[in-house]
């Protein structure tokens, strides 16, 4: 395959370096300061005749776990990056000119739900109080709910559905690309392994022989780390490489931040399962389904009614079953009235990011 060379004009990126109040002292300890791209159209810069002082609608790039702003804006060998897919999409005319932004909300737990954590930061806030304005104040833009939107895969998809809920003030069209959603399937059942994983920094050492259930007991109290959360922590944070087990623990204890923060627990959040023995802990894993999208429809669905715009789509081969999730997701909007459109494809939950070529014009559409 050959390089591909652009034969139109792809904009420019101008990277932002904004300091957080917002950010300050997170539980974390994760930079308040952090550098934004911002993708700017070619229009932006066309200065002669009508195009002078264009204001433009602004999209809000979320990704997914593991990932910050900017791996959308890298380069890629044989494949496009962000900017260059909406530069190709503009040239194409399937897509209105709009500015795209690229926040940076890496955490040392690995990622993000953009949403507020009392063990992890407010995230939800720093998007919407902080960076919109920021956005709003350094470009041309339309600058209001009815021109902007947010769009994301995964953990990202998880955000845009969120904010279209809980913060429809601040969007006016989202894009939820296989998010997160029907967590009794997609994470409960990878809980084991991040079990065998904690296991390895349980103390005393494991020795064959006679188990004794009740005197391991991995706390007194159900979901409260005995420990081994936090020599977990302390292993990986000083690594410059994660295994996949590692990487996928980390990613649930994240979630585990995410849906059930304490500041009273160890590490600042409870656990949803036993650590030595397995088992759920109800009380624990209902606060996670109380932020499970498709148990959050009913209560949002007069906010989401309000925006221009959701569009949702999933891999019929989503290696972590999250089609079903969306299936229902797009089920329960339905039963409540909420326009959307939902879409399944021949893919998994991986190298889609194809998808894009439906879902930016769609938004930009939606809110030019």
Not at 17 to 29: C, F, K, M, V, Y
Not at 54 to 72: E, I, M, N, P, Q
Not at 298 to 305: P, Q
């Amino acid at each position: 395959m050959a390089i591909k060379r652009a034969a139109w004009a792809e904009g420019r990126i101008v990277t932002l370096e904004h300091t957080s109040r917002i950010l300050a002292d997170n539980p974390l300890g994760d930079p308040h300061v952090r550098l934004h791209d911002v993708w700017l159209p070619p229009q932006y810069d066309q200065l002669r005749g009508r195009g002078r002082g264009r204001r433009f609608a602004v999209l809000f790039d979320l990704v997914g776990y593991t990932g910050s702003g900017k791996s959308h804006t890298n380069w890629r060998g044989f494949d496009e990056n962000v900017p260059e897919r909406a530069a190709r999409l503009i040239h194409e005319r399937g897509m209105s000119p709009c500015i795209i932004v690229f926040p940076d909300c890496f955490t040392a737990l690995g990622g993000n739900q953009y949403v507020n954590s009392s063990a992890i930061g407010r995230y939800a806030d720093y998007l919407t109080r902080e960076l919109v304005p920021l956005i709003d104040s350094e470009f041309r833009t339309l600058a209001d709910r009815a021109h902007r939107g947010c769009f994301g895969k995964s953990s990202g998809g998880y955000g845009a559905m969120l904010h279209g809920m809980k913060y429809a003030r601040y969007w006016g069209a989202i894009a939820n690309h296989s998010g997160d959603a029907y967590f009794d399937f997609i994470y409960r059942c990878d809980w084991p392994n991040t079990l065998d994983e904690l296991a390895k920094f349980s103390e005393p050492p494991r020795k064959a022989g006679p188990y004794d259930a009740a005197g391991r007991a991995s706390s007194e109290e159900p979901g409260v780390d005995d420990g081994r959360v936090a020599r977990f922590l302390e292993h990986v944070w000083k690594k410059s490489r994660l295994t996949s087990p590692e990487a996928h623990c980390l990613m649930n204890l994240g979630m585990a931040a995410t849906y059930d923060p304490d500041r009273s627990a160890p590490n600042g959040f409870r656990l949803p399962f036993d650590l030595e023995t397995g088992e759920l802990v109800a009380a624990r894993w209902r606060r996670w389904l109380r932020n499970d999208p498709i148990n959050l429809v009913a209560r949002y669905a007069e906010n989401l009614k309000t925006l221009k715009g959701i569009h949702i789509d999933c891999g019929w081969l989503d290696q972590y079953r999250l089609h079903y999730g969306s299936r229902i997701l797009s089920k329960r909007l339905r039963e409540h009235g909420v326009e959307h459109r939902y879409e399944e494809f021949d893919g998994t939950h991986s190298g889609i990011d194809h998808r894009m070529d439906v879902s930016l014009p769609f938004l930009s559409n939606a809110l030019r």
